[in-house]
């Protein structure tokens, strides 16, 4: 007598087995998906264009916004933070003026406009400060000693005996010369006539 073996759970257990094999392999001959590569980065010369384009605009924070991004992308470079200096100064905000130009120094010590910004905004940051404390009446002792002394060097430095002077005087209006008068009376009457050569026997 043969044994007769029941398929159907047998036949299930294989089914099973048949599936994930045939999922496994699918799995296994699936392509690895393909990185995305990042879009190229702009070049300096670019950036510039897009950010002079947004600043002659008149929208300067794009303008500044697109420097940034240039300086992040080519930190030696100091063309950006120059940019970004220059209208920092331009709109009377020294104190940020200031630390952009310090930026373009550390890139290039013997950039001159850079040390021109620092100059003058630290002088128009120290003018501001200092008509405050004279208007507050606060500006005594060792403070106003090193005002002066700081006025003495800056004189001495440009070579003027004051810093500020003042307007210059208008000068009277000068009197016209009778002879002058006379002279353009006299060309007059000859115009008249040579116009009309009658004239003197009227």
Known sequence: MIAVIPLGRIGRFLGAAACAILLSACAMMKKPEVAETPPPT??????????????????KEDA??????????????????SS?????????QYGEAIVNAQEVLVRDPNDRLANSIIAISGL???TRALADL???????????????????L???????QVLVPPPAPIPPPKPVA????????????ARASAADPFGALK
Do not use: F, H
């Open 42 to 59: 702009p070049t300096m010369d670019e950036l510039l264009a897009k950010a002079d384009e947004a600043s002659g605009a008149g929208r």
């Open 64 to 81: 500044v916004a697109l420097w940034k991004e240039a300086a992040a992308a080519y930190p030696a470079d100091k063309a950006p933070w």
């Open 84 to 92: 970004i200096a220059q209208t920092r100064y331009d709109a009377g």
């Open 124 to 126: 128009r940051l120290s």
């Open 134 to 152: 004279s208007r507050q009446n606060n500006l005594s002792g060792s403070i106003r000693t090193e005002s002066q002394d700081l006025a003495k």
């Open 154 to 160: 800056l004189r001495e430095s440009l070579g003027e």
């Open 178 to 189: 009778r002879s002058r008068v006379k002279a353009r009376v006299k060309q007059a009457a």
